[in-house]
């Protein structure tokens, strides 16, 4: 294994040392430690005060590394970029660098900035800090969204309109969102939308009680600087206001929503046991389940190394903690015989984009990219055996930077356990003496559950005996709710899930980014559809009329990279290894795409503002050529890098 330095020489000041090493680095793509963070945002600071005299403050928002060159990676693990072959040299030293997305929140300026670690690993140099053009965000923070609860209920009109519906300052909640678009608002402000609800009680489930306004907040200014009333459907199908458009940011906001005002719901619907009504207790229940015990009284089967390095089976691997896509899987291969067959570069959640379907002002602002917007690995929740994982645990940390530049620390953010998955294969012989055979089908499960407001995501990662990798999503918790009036029907729009709660429609659209190395760095991707022979029944070609074939067209070009699914002819995709034949079928080595059922897109009209920022959701499939510039791979983000109010 190669050294991972960077090129020595001399130090400029603006560095931050250590009498001792950083950290000691395993694998080029090892997520910041949180030492690293913290000398990261020190570096950056003492870079601003002695170079930088235009920012007045720094506020941390992102601090994340620079992945080396693909092949440089590689050829630091000693993975082959074919099967066979003796791995690359590695060109020169592998540089450890890191980015950091930084604000100045009293002039509303964001920053990018670029760092390497020195040669001794003992500082971080500043090596360039850019200015983002005007109106770019960076990704919104766990802080920030907390901040909004605080803003909220210090807000004097906020307060006396809540008052005004009976919800006292202690009762009053706020969700902070994205404010998605809404160009009524300088792009340089750096601006949230508050969904606020009603908390009765210590710990009751607040999404009972929606209330009928929505503030709109200055984070940076720390002030709320409007709020909406959306209108509703008080008649039928006829809307309260004029227009589903937005009124002017001047206008009387209540006035242009055409109602009055509406009090929240007061009927609780808990989910806490110990909140649960009687009413709901007295209800039959099925006996208790006996309990089930997971137990590997021999340990387990799979390994960890280097504290991001897993093995199991067949399969190699990097597991790394993203504060943006929650878990990032790379440098997959697989021990074909002694033979290492390199099968993913990188495997992680891209982006995700979650539209609502209410038209009315201010709903259409809800169309949340979860993962660009916010960050899954910093919505990531600490883990818990017997809860969240089950059975004989390995758990990864994960740690992303807060405000003041110190690390955030997850101790269990990340777990790796296997788990029984039903019979593999199996075959019975039916004749007289035959013998049956079965094998147990077992899979290594890499997980992360993140909460992100209302919605509760699990991610699984599930690598199989058989090769078959798969990304399992699970959406749990609670619907996002608004309320109703008494009488109004939320049709056509939304469901009525209690009485007058609201659960508007709205769709989870995920993006996986897969960055293939099937058997090498050299692979396309074949689409095949099924289709029957044109030869008509009774014909010499097909005198039955049963004949059927695989249409294969192969993707050669980015520009006829976008593929979309047609059930008609059962279509799929599959990634193939021009340039390795299979040993039998003497076809292309590949891995086939499949999906259980997710192949649909926005629902949204042409020039809808969800689809101007989420044009990876249209289609099915994106076959592109990676693009690695001098920062990393410049295709890693499907709605772009910096998301927020764009």
């Known amino acids: 294994m190669s050294k ?16 001792k090493e950083v950290t000691v680095i395993t694998h080029p793509l090892d997520a910041l430690t949180p030492d690293e963070i913290s000398l990261v945002s020190l570096a950056v600071r003492q870079h601003v005060a002695a170079e930088r005299k235009d920012v007045r403050a720094v506020k941390f928002i992102t601090s994340n590394i620079i992945a080396p060159p693909k092949r440089d990676v590689l050829a630091f693990l000693g993975i082959p970029v074919e099967p066979g072959a003796q791995p690359e040299q590695v060109n020169g030293h592998l540089a450890r660098r890191a980015e950091t997305d930084f604000l100045d929140p009293v002039t509303g300026n964001n920053y990018n900035a670029k760092l390497t670690l020195a040669t001794d690993k003992r500082a971080w140099v500043v090596n360039e800090i850019d200015t983002l053009p005007e109106g770019t965000q960076p990704q919104i923070t766990v802080e920030e969204l907390i901040e909004c609860d605080e803003l909220v209920r210090k807000d004097e009109t906020v307060l006396k309109l809540a008052a005004e519906v009976g919800v006292s300052p202690e009762q009053l909640c706020a969700d902070g969102w994205s404010i998605g678009w809404d160009d009524r608002w300088p792009k340089e402000k750096r601006i949230q939308q508050c969904l606020l609800y009603a908390r009765y009680g210590s710990h009751e489930n607040l999404y009972a009680h929606p209330l009928d306004f929505i503030p709109v907040v200055d984070v940076n200014a720390k002030k709320v600087i409007h709020i909406d009333f959306p209108p509703h459907r008080l008649n039928g199908d006829s809307l309260s206001a004029k227009s589903t458009a937005p009124p002017a940011a001047d206008a009387d906001a209540l006035g242009a ?127 818990s055996l017997g809860c969240d994982c089950l059975g004989t645990i390995h758990y990864l940390p994960g740690a992303f930077v807060g405000h003041d530049g110190k690390p955030v620390v997850l101790k269990q953010a990340i777990c790796i356990h296997e788990e029984d998955n039903g019979l593999l294969w199996k075959h019975t012989d039916y004749r007289v003496g035959g013998r049956a055979h079965a094998v147990r089908s077992r899979r290594l499960v890499i997980s992360m559950v993140c909460t992100v407001a209302n919605y509760e995501y699990t991610f699984a990662y599930h690598f199989y005996l058989d090769g078959t990798v798969e990304l399992q999503i699970g959406l749990t918790g609670i619907v996002n709710t608004y309320l109703l009036a008494e009488g109004e029907d939320p049709a056509p729009y939304g469901t009525q899930v209690a009485p007058r709660i609201n659960a508007q ?35 010499a070609e097909n005198y039955a009329g049963n004949a059927f074939v695989s249409r294969d067209v192969r993707v050669s070009r980015s520009s006829e990279g976008v593929r979309d699914y047609n059930a008609a002819v059962d279509r799929r995709w599959k990634i193939v290894n021009p340039g390795k034949k299979h040993f039998a079928s003497g076809k292309e080595v590949a891995y086939g795409i499949m999906a259980k059922g997710a192949w649909e897109t926005l629902k949204c009209a042409e020039g809808a503002w969800a689809k101007k920022r989420a044009a990876f959701a249209e289609h099915n499939v994106w076959v592109v050529k990676d693009v690695e510039g001098r920062n990393g791979s410049e295709r890693l983000w499907p709605a ?3 998301v927020p109010q764009t």
Do not use: C
């Open 4 to 19: 991972l330095t960077v090129e020595s020489g001399s130090l400029p000041n603006d560095v931050v040392s250590l009498d």
């Open 257 to 383: 929503s055409g109602r009055a005002r509406i009090p929240p719901p007061q009927q609780k619907a808990e989910y806490l046991p110990d909140l649960i009504g009687e009413a709901t207790k007295t209800r039959p229940a099925p006996e208790p389940l006996k309990p089930l015990h997971v137990v590997q009284p021999e340990g387990v089967s799979f390994k960890v190394t280097g504290g991001s390095v897993l093995e199991w089976q067949n399969w190699r691997m990097h597991v790394a903690f993203s504060g943006r896509e929650g878990i990032a899987i790379s440098t997959v291969t697989w021990n074909d015989g002694g033979v290492v067959r390199p099968i993913f570069y990188r495997l992680s959640l891209a982006e995700m984009v979650v539209p609502y379907a209410a038209p009315e002002h201010p709903h259409p602002r809800k169309f949340a990219f979860d993962v660009g917007e916010y960050g899954m690995g910093t919505q990531a929740n600490e883990l």
């Open 505 to 539: 429609y709205h769709q989870h659209v995920f993006s996986l980014r897969v960055d293939p190395m099937v058997d090498g760095l050299q692979n396309t991707v074949v689409e095949s559809d099924i289709e029957a022979v044109p030869s008509p029944t009774g014909s």
């Open 640 to 642: 772009g890098k910096y």
